[in-house]
């Protein structure tokens, strides 16, 4: 009798186990022949969520309706030309969106695009307007990670590699580069200055809430490091974190003071273990929520956290990821 019971009962908390695992992950295929929900913005309406693609659109997500066009980085990002392999492929005619952030006191949509440099989507929607493809008159090559000063709207960008292009990533990787920068562009002056040259894979970035830092990833290296924007130390870098392996983007979550990184293990044939690390602001590890088992062995590129979900992007992948915290 005990141990029929404790049969029902162990079934019973097994088919639960499974319940609520389908129940806290849900996936969001991209559609069209898109792919690479590489990074997400959310809006102050607390509705829905952002994500740029291949082809150089940006998909908004809206609650019941789907996913609906945003913003295009250039004519041809609209066309069914810049679908699929072709999209691609031909990158520096579509556009690639990498990171991307609002200016929330604007409404404007900032986009760090990996072959065409940095853009602003206006309020609202629709063609991206180009800001810079270079600083110190030398081509920004690839650009990867952003992030928007909350308190200033000052925006902070990075280009993982100044020698290798968005399509030769792996190469970048594989010679270990390190020709990397952590660039600042403020709106108010229109200027793009660099801060930080020679990073190894530099592939996000993301401002503290008080906006006194500002932390970025060295993918190849698997460090990250910390640039200071206030106080006695502004203008110097130091290593924040060797603790969490190939880190890709950044974010803060909310004005908790804490982070989550994106993180894989790189082997030479591949990424493997994506996961969530969650960082507080003394580079020390709170928590590692693996996504493996969802996501397989891809390039997780962000884990970024809102309203209670974790939303999960990928470099080439056919859908975002959002699991229930
Ligand atoms: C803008 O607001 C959204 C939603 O509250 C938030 O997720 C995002 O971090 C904010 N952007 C910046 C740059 O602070």
Redesign the pocket.
């Known amino acids: 009798m005990t141990s029929f019971v404790s049969v029902i009962s162990l079934l019973l908390s097994f088919s639960l186990a499974i319940f609520s695992d389908a129940a806290s992950f849900q996936k969001f295929p991209v559609p069209g022949k898109r792919s690479g929900p590489e990074a997400f ?4 309406t ?1 509705k829905g969520f952002y994500t740029g693609v291949s082809g150089g659109k940006i998909f908004k997500y809206l609650p019941g309706k789907g996913f609906v066009d945003f913003g295009y980085i250039t004519v041809s990002s609209k066309s069914q030309w810049c679908d699929g392999a072709l999209g691609i492929a031909y990158m520096s005619k579509c556009g690639r969106p990498a990171g991307i ?4 006191k604007t409404g404007e949509l900032y986009v760090a695009d990996a072959p065409l440099g940095l853009h602003v989507i206006p309020s609202g929607g629709g063609y991206a307007k180009k800001i810079a493809d270079r600083a110190d008159g030398k081509s920004f090559l690839f650009l990867d990670g952003l ?4 308190t200033t709207g000052v925006v902070y960008f990075t280009s993982f590699s100044s020698k290798f292009s968005p399509g030769d990533v792996l190469k970048a990787v594989a010679s270990k580069d390190a020709s990397g920068k952590l660039f600042k562009y403020d709106p108010s002056k229109r200027v793009v200055t660099v801060l930080l040259e020679g990073l190894s894979g530099s592939a996000g970035c993301a ?1 503290s809430s008080d906006g006194s830092f500002v932390l970025v990833s060295q993918f190849t290296k698997s460090n990250i490091k910390r640039y200071w924007i206030k106080g006695s130390k502004a203008g110097t870098s130091e290593d924040f974190t060797n603790a969490v392996s190939n880190p890709d983007n950044i974010k ?1 979550i ?1 004005s908790s003071g804490n982070f989550w990184v994106a993180s894989v293990v790189n082997t030479a044939t591949g990424p493997t273990n994506p996961s969530a690390v969650k960082i507080n602001s003394d580079g020390r590890v709170l928590q590692t929520i693996s996504v493996k088992d969802k996501f397989g062995d891809t390039l997780v590129s962000e884990v ?1 956290e ?1 309203e209670g979900r974790l939303y999960v992007g990928t470099l080439s992948g056919p859908f975002a990821g959002i699991i229930d915290l």
């Not at 952030?101 to 929330?104: I, W």
């Open positions: 913005a959310f809006d102050s607390g952030a609002f200016n929330n992030d928007v000063d909350p401002v803060r909310g970024n809102f």
